[in-house]
């Protein structure tokens, strides 16, 4: 049986595989264990813990998992935990993991301006049947230099493919986007509201890395515009709406009417379920749900024959809202 002797823990598929990459690289020259070391086999020779993202481990619900897993490790070894923010909860986590007289260190530096205070930051408020045609449209602008350019969708993208090419658009979710190193990012565009302030602020990491310029655009439903008080010590300018081309409208409402109701009705539940789970965007469910129409109305669902929803606690859609769920 093959023993572990580093244990690194990182919240996403992706980033294990990035992690994985790196770590063959640093053990290919390795020149192994000494004899001596295999005569004195250890139950558990495990010697580093490595927390990698620490903050998103946590969004993501491994607390309890990780209690775990430490219970189960040497309590001499080596324990490293990284992560971007330091928000209250993975200060608790890092009692559990780490000694008592563990030393923290600061990459930044006092004095040293961080990534996102560096990065030039623009953010828009518009209804959310405008958000396809605004991401349209500031993309077009971003490229006009460099018009050959190429869509993916993360799901079809081998991470590796990323450092070879240039000119990408790169389509990502939260989940991938975590802890990920894509590198010479030069624009980050982030569709509605962030989850919290930290989450904001790890997407606009992405760019502006090793001294580079880089551009983050934070695109707002009128609903979500509260959010921008969380952000008031950040350089984040306001913008008015941009002026849309009429025609780019058309192309775009054409284009969603080809795409298949099964795909609209998933990014229906997917939305609402979202916005629920946001205390200020979950506290008034008869607003919540006319949001949803609207989000409904942008990718043409409604003509499609999909039911437009009201809220009620005693109707289905209601009962699952108030128990936090986003199907029915």
């Given at each position: 049986?093959?023993?572990?002797?580093?244990?690194?823990?990182?919240?996403?598929?992706?980033?294990?595989?990035?992690?994985?990459?790196?770590?063959?690289?640093?053990?290919?020259?390795?020149?192994?264990?000494?004899?001596?070391?295999?005569?004195?086999?250890?139950?558990?020779?495990?010697?580093?813990?490595?927390?990698?993202?620490?903050?998103?481990?946590?969004?993501?619900?491994?607390?309890?998992?990780?209690?775990?897993?430490?219970?189960?490790?040497?309590?001499?070894?080596?324990?490293?935990?990284?992560?971007?923010?330091?928000?209250?909860?993975?200060?608790?986590?890092?009692?559990?993991?780490?000694?008592?007289?563990?030393?923290?260190?600061?990459?930044?530096?006092?004095?040293?301006?961080?990534?996102?205070?560096?990065?030039?930051?623009?953010?828009?408020?518009?209804?959310?049947?405008?958000?396809?045609?605004?991401?349209?449209?500031?993309?077009?602008?971003?490229?006009?230099?460099?018009?050959?350019?190429?869509?993916?969708?993360?799901?079809?993208?081998?991470?590796?493919?990323?450092?070879?090419?240039?000119?990408?658009?790169?389509?990502?979710?939260?989940?991938?986007?975590?802890?990920?190193?894509?590198?010479?990012?030069?624009?980050?565009?982030?569709?509605?509201?962030?989850?919290?302030?930290?989450?904001?602020?790890?997407?606009?990491?992405?760019?502006?890395?090793?001294?580079?310029?880089?551009?983050?655009?934070?695109?707002?439903?009128?609903?979500?515009?509260?959010?921008?008080?969380?952000?008031?010590?950040?350089p984040v300018e306001k913008f008015p709406s941009l002026q849309l081309d009429q025609d780019t409208k058309l192309k775009i409402d054409n284009s969603m009417t080809k795409i298949d109701t099964s795909?609209?009705?998933?990014?229906?539940?997917?939305?609402?379920?979202?916005?629920?789970?946001?205390?200020?965007?979950?506290?008034?469910?008869?607003?919540?749900?006319?949001?949803?129409?609207?989000?409904?109305?942008?990718?043409?669902?409604?003509?499609?024959?999909?039911?437009?929803?009201?809220?009620?606690?005693?109707?289905?859609?209601?009962?699952?809202?108030?128990?936090?769920?986003?199907?029915w």
């Amino acid at each position: 049986m093959t023993r572990v002797f580093v244990l690194i823990l990182c919240p996403t598929r992706e980033l294990a595989s990035q992690i994985a990459a790196e770590t063959n690289v640093l053990l290919r020259y390795h020149d192994g264990i000494g004899m001596q070391t295999l005569k004195r086999p250890e139950s558990n020779p495990c010697q580093v813990c490595t927390l990698d993202e620490a903050g998103h481990l946590l969004d993501l619900g491994f607390r309890k998992d990780i209690e775990k897993i430490v219970e189960c490790l040497p309590r001499q070894r080596q324990s490293l935990l990284f992560t971007a923010t330091l928000p209250k909860e993975v200060r608790r986590v890092s009692q559990l993991v780490l000694q008592k007289d563990h030393i923290f260190v600061d990459t930044v530096g006092l004095g040293s301006v961080e990534t996102h205070a560096k990065v030039k930051q623009s953010c828009f408020v518009a209804p959310h049947e405008l958000h396809f045609q605004i991401v349209h449209q500031l993309l077009m602008e971003h490229i006009s230099e460099s018009p050959d350019y190429k869509v993916w969708c993360y799901g079809f993208l081998d991470s590796n493919v990323w450092l070879v090419l240039k000119r990408l658009i790169l389509v990502t979710s939260d989940v991938s986007a975590c802890g990920m190193n894509y590198p010479d990012v030069t624009l980050v565009i982030q569709v509605c509201i962030p989850s919290d302030r930290e989450q904001y602020i790890h997407h606009l990491g992405r760019t502006g890395r090793e001294g580079k310029e880089g551009r983050g655009i934070l695109l707002l439903a009128p609903l979500e515009e509260y959010f921008l008080d969380e952000l008031k010590d950040l350089p984040v300018e306001k913008f008015p709406s941009l002026q849309l081309d009429q025609d780019t409208k058309l192309k775009i409402d054409n284009s969603m009417t080809k795409i298949d109701t099964s795909i609209k009705e998933s990014a229906f539940h997917a939305w609402l379920g979202y916005y629920n789970s946001i205390r200020e965007t979950g506290r008034d469910k008869t607003t919540l749900v006319e949001q949803a129409n609207k989000f409904c109305e942008s990718i043409d669902s409604l003509e499609d024959g999909f039911e437009r929803h009201t809220w009620h606690k005693n109707t289905k859609v209601g009962r699952n809202l108030e128990h936090g769920k986003a199907t029915w």
